[in-house]
Structures are given as structure tokens and as C-alpha cells.
Antibody, heavy 121, light 107 residues
Framework: EVQLLESGGGLVQPGGSLRLSCAASGFIFYNYAMSWVRRAPGKGLEWVSAISGSGGTTYYADSVKGRFTISRDNSKDTLYLQMNSLRAEDAAIYYC??????????????WGQGALVTVFS | DIQMTQSPSSLSASVGDKVTITCRASQGISNYLAWYQQKPGKVPKLLIYGASTLQSGVPSRFSGSGSGTDFTLTISSLQPEDVATYYCQKYNSAPLTFGGGTKVEIK
């Protein structure tokens, strides 16, 4: 059974940093690209970042480019999102999501339960 | 970047009604279009990919159509458990943009 379990969410002040993790199980992790998707309170889904199965290719939404870094450790079956220079508008539930293949131009077939990030001043 | 516009933003329909949601891309995306359902307090769920291919386990009352710039998600007979927000998403290239969402309620 495919499982994705996020951790690392919490409260942070504007300008602060946070690192989210997503532990994967139930599939061969390095064979699949992964993404982070967020949903801010009262807003719709927003794709944040994607990474290929090997980790060699990454993409970012303009809203987070230069502040967020996606990475993965295929030896630990874990996906990461390092978030720096956090802003109030980054407050959201962050989901990790699996692409159904190793490439990044894909839809998402499995989703984690989400990690809540709150940015307060 | 390609923009994805959904309409309507919300709708209310009776149980058994046929419901249609539209998604328009600002440029052609062939059939690289997926639809998701997110129920209140739940995780998004993939319904359709490739514009018209039903994900395994999704009820057959859901269907998708379209290609290029105009796409449609249809619920042939609305059920109480279909109350949710529905999103389209394009995936022909980055950014992997979602539409703004359509909230479906029961009248």
C-alpha cells in the first residue's frame, strides 16, 4: 500500500525557516517523481515544486522560487522541502504527492495527509 | 505561463442532477489534463487523467472530455457523497497549474 507521511510543519515567524519531510513507503521511491502542493486557508490548490525520480531535475512555482528548495534522499525514501524567508502568504497545508512515473510532467496519483505551516508575527 | 480557468466557481444542484464543470486553458495543452476531488477536511483524490481516463476505483458517473484548451468534468447523477471542491490541473509542462476550483453543493 502506497503511503506518504509528512512531518515538520509548525509555527514560524515571517522571515523564518522550516523543513518539511515526506516519508514514502509501499513503492520503489526512486522510480517516481514527487511534488509538493499546498492549500492556503480559503484558497484552492497550488502546486509548489517538483523533483524527478533521480533528483536531477527540479521545478518551482514563481511564488517560491529562490526561497524554497526541494530535494530527496532515495536511500531513505524521503522527500524534503526546505522553506526559507517565509511569508504570511506561505501559510498553508502542504501535501506531498506522487507522480505516476519518474518524469515531472505528470498528474498526482497519491497524496499524503498534509503538514500544516502557520506563519505568524 | 498557461493559466487554467474553471467555471463556475460554485454550484448547487439536486441529487440525481447532471452536473458539468468547465476548465479552460489559456493555451493548448493537448489532453494533459487531470481532475481532482477534495472533500471537506480530506486529501485531494485523483478522478481523471489524460482528460478522459477514469482513475481506478472512481465511480462511472464521473467522466471527462475535451482536448486543446477546453475541458469538461461531468457527474451524470449527483450523489450526496459528491459534495466537494473539484480542481482541474494541467501537466504538459511546468508549472503544473491548478484551476481555481469549483465547489459543488447539494440543493
Amino acid at each position: 500500500e502506497v503511503q506518504l507521511l509528512e512531518s515538520g510543519g509548525g509555527l514560524v515567524q515571517p522571515g523564518g525557516s522550516l523543513r518539511l519531510s515526506c516519508a514514502a513507503s509501499g513503492f520503489i521511491f526512486y522510480n517516481y517523481a514527487m511534488s509538493w502542493v499546498r492549500r492556503a486557508p480559503g484558497k484552492g490548490l497550488e502546486w509548489v515544486s517538483a523533483i524527478s525520480g533521480s533528483g536531477g531535475t527540479t521545478y518551482y512555482a514563481d511564488s517560491v522560487k529562490g526561497r524554497f528548495t526541494i530535494s530527496r534522499d532515495n536511500s531513505k525514501d524521503t522527500l524534503y522541502l526546505q522553506m526559507n524567508s517565509l511569508r504570511a502568504e506561505d501559510a498553508a497545508i502542504y501535501y506531498c504527492a506522487r507522480h505516476p512515473g519518474s518524469g515531472t510532467y505528470y498528474f498526482f496519483d497519491y497524496w499524503g495527509q498534509g503538514a500544516l505551516v502557520t506563519v505568524f508575527s | 505561463d498557461i493559466q487554467m480557468t474553471q467555471s463556475p466557481s460554485s454550484l448547487s444542484a439536486s441529487v440525481g442532477d447532471k452536473v458539468t464543470i468547465t476548465c479552460r486553458a489559456s493555451q493548448g495543452i493537448s489532453n494533459y489534463l487531470a481532475w481532482y476531488q477534495q472533500k471537506p477536511g480530506k486529501v485531494p483524490k485523483l478522478l481523471i487523467y489524460g482528460a478522459s481516463t477514469l482513475q481506478s476505483g472512481v465511480p462511472s458517473r464521473f467522466s471527462g472530455s475535451g482536448s486543446g484548451t477546453d475541458f469538461t468534468l461531468t457527474i451524470s447523477s449527483l450523489q450526496p457523497e459528491d459534495v466537494a471542491t473539484y480542481y482541474c490541473q494541467k501537466y504538459n509542462s511546468a508549472p503544473l497549474t491548478f484551476g481555481g476550483g469549483t465547489k459543488v453543493e447539494i440543493k
